[in-house]
């Protein structure tokens, strides 16, 4: 199962999203044909089905009229028949014409014959002979030409069987004798009874079981129709719904219209369909008024157009998954080469195959083919390359750590020379000057040792204080060893710290200005800017005699920081030599250590200035 997900899966496999489409394709296509046709299908088969229930009321409103129409015929063939002898034949040879009427016509329930004043002089059943008729609906009418008509049977004749509602259709023909003279009415009343079963047996023969077929005569009550419906007046409302046949349109049969069928709701809340057919104008259901209308449920109509649409889908359905089926066996069989050329690959990937074997043929997949072989070769062509490069590089790369190796060790050594340096300026600037007052004093106090005894009091407290003043030195300069101000607050306020113990120390004036950017500087560089100052603020403390001392830190152009010292002392001359002394020696060291620029200008009693020119990086600009 999991293999088979896994070839199923469109993101692993191009004839699966391939087949996939191809389904999704084909049973949309089918999907919307059906609903397409389905639609189409659903909304004829109504139509036909309407145009057939207006042609089945037509027919049925045909064949009733007819029916009727033959009976009033035969009452013309009796009433013929009658008037040739009516002057002649006894009561019982009349009543034996009507008995054989009635027999050939067993749904007469009553046969009579009247004279002109509307006497009955014959019945079928012997009754009521001698009564007259002659007040009875279409009487008058019977005595000039046929009459039908619907009416309520006389209460003096006998009841009807399971007393069923006494109205009957009632046939009235002249009779005439040789002459042409009108000299009586035939009168015969056909059962309603007979009228429903009738009416029932082309229901069977015409309507199919759910539709029911409906007689209502001139003021709509059904006659004819369901128990539930019969004896009461027809009461419709039309139903906003499709019309299955255009309402504008009408179907003829023989003189017959037949109305386009409509959906209408009944009183119990019921919808039916109702097609509705009117009898053609001087037919005998015309003269009764009576009409024939067919209904069915709605739901019944719509369940054989639904059954259809269904079917249609199913298939629809069934058709667009077989073909999708088939797509997809077609599209994996399409995509097979591929299926192959990606499997090659992978195992060339993953180190199961040396090479590639180009598909046969011109078709998309072989270009890919030859052409992934092309770059596969140039690959592995380029993967010797590289391993050679490779070894080379792992070559250089010990030789440059072993390089490396050396270099560090050369720096670790000019590290330990550079703090060696350091202590040696150091106990240059501090222990050296102090050794030299000791040493100064010591030859003098000799010399008055020997020249001026009294004086040697007063030389030993001034020994006694370059002693002193030594071990302070000393102790300044072991500080300075420990902590770094210039680190934690910068080069400018270092430099005013240190210029203002000089100045209280010293008494010299002092003017000193920096500029916000060249005083936040304070890496290493720094430290040793301030060592460069502190060095040449000793030596106009010792040397120079000057009155005034001038210190200025500022921003150069282009980035690069200015320090410059000026005095108003005795001066030297800067371009002789002075060996032994190691001062402006170890000044020039600093400043070429950190890659700063010295510029020392004096001549005597015109006083000296020492600038340097720092580049201080783009850290600092």
């Known amino acids: 199962m999991p293999r088979l997900l896994y070839y199923l899966d469109p993101r692993r496999s191009l004839a699966s999203a391939l087949g996939w489409l191809v389904i999704a394709l084909f049973l949309v296509f089918a999907l919307v044909a059906a609903l397409w046709l389905g639609g189409m299908a659903r909304t004829s088969l109504l139509q036909q089905h309407g145009r057939q229930m207006a042609l089945s009321a037509d027919q049925l409103t045909a064949e009733l009229d007819q029916a009727l129409a033959s009976r009033l015929q035969s009452i013309r063939a009796a009433a013929a028949m009658l008037g040739i002898d009516l002057g002649y034949d006894t009561p019982r040879a009349r009543r034996a014409v009507l008995d054989e009427l009635q027999s050939a016509y067993p749904e007469f329930t009553w046969i009579g014959l009247a004279d002109a004043k509307g006497t009955v002089v014959a019945a079928s059943d012997g009754l009521i002979e001698g009564s007259s008729i002659a007040d009875r609906p279409g009487f008058a009418q019977g005595l000039k030409d046929s009459w039908i008509g619907d009416v309520a049977v006389d209460k003096k004749r006998p009841p009807l069987p399971d007393n069923e509602a006494r109205r009957s259709v009632d046939m ?37 079981d759910a539709a029911q077929a409906l007689v209502l005569d001139r003021e709509g009550v059904v006659l004819i129709g369901p128990g539930a419906l019969q004896g009461r007046r027809w009461h419709s409302t039309p139903v906003n719904a499709t019309t299955l046949v255009d309402a504008t349109q009408t179907v003829t049969s023989d003189g017959a219209h037949s109305y386009a069928p409509a959906f209408e709701r009944l009183k119990d809340g019921q919808v039916v369909l109702v097609a509705r057919a009117e009898p053609q104008a001087g037919s005998a259901l015309h003269a009764l008024g009576w009409r024939v209308q ?18 249609i889908l199913w298939v629809s359905l069934g058709l667009g998954g077989t073909s999708a089926l088939l797509g997809v066996l077609i599209a994996r069989r399409l995509t097979r080469r591929l299926t192959d050329l990606t499997r090659a690959v992978q195992n060339m990937g993953r180190g199961k195959a040396q090479h590639v074997e180009v598909p046969s ?40 750590t072993r390089e490396v190796e050396r270099l560090a060790k050369e720096t670790r050594y000019a590290a330990v020379v550079r703090e060696r340096l350091k202590i040696a300026r150091d106990l240059h600037d501090t222990l050296a000057h102090s050794m030299m007052a000791m040493l100064t004093e010591v030859r003098l106090l000799k010399k008055l040792h020997v020249h001026d005894p009294a004086a040697l009091p007063d030389e030993l407290v001034h020994a006694e204080q370059a002693a002193h003043q030594g071990l302070k030195e000393a102790r300044a300069a072991i500080t300075q060893l420990r902590f770094n101000a210039v680190r934690d607050v910068g080069l400018g306020a270092a430099l005013a710290d240190a210029i203002k113990l000089f100045s209280e120390r010293t008494g010299l004036a002092v ?33 120079a005699m000057a009155s005034l001392v001038r210190v200025s830190l500022r921003d150069a152009a282009d980035g690069r920081l200015e320090l ?31 890659g700063a620029e010295l510029s020392i200008q004096s001549a005597p009693h015109a006083g000296t200035t020492l600038r340097l020119t720092l580049d201080m990086g783009p850290d600092m600009s």
């Open 172 to 208: 009235m023909t002249p009779v005439q004798n040789p002459q042409g003279r009108v000299v009586g009415v035939l009168d015969a009343q056909l059962s309603l009874r007979w009228a429903r079963n009738y009416a029932q047996g082309l229901q069977t023969l015409h309507l199919h």
């Open 294 to 311: 067919i209904m069915e449920p709605a739901d019944q109509t719509y369940q054989r157009a639904d059954t259809l649409w269904l079917r």
């Open 361 to 400: 043929g011109i078709d998309e997949v072989a270009r890919v083919g030859a052409a992934f072989a092309e770059v596969l070769g140039a690959l592995q062509l380029e993967r010797g390359e590289l391993r050679t490069l490779s070894a080379e590089l792992e070559q250089r790369v010990a030789t440059r």
């Open 511 to 543: 003017d000193y200005s920096s500029e916000p950017r060249a005083a936040s500087f304070a890496d290493e560089r720094a430290e040793t800017l301030f060592r460069i100052v502190e060095e040449a603020l000793r030596n106009v403390e010792r040397h």
């Open 564 to 594: 410059s010292i000026e005095d108003d002392g005795v001066g030297f001359d800067s371009s002789a030599s002075h060996p032994g002394n190691y001062g402006l020696v170890g000044l020039r060291e600093q400043a070429q250590f950190i």
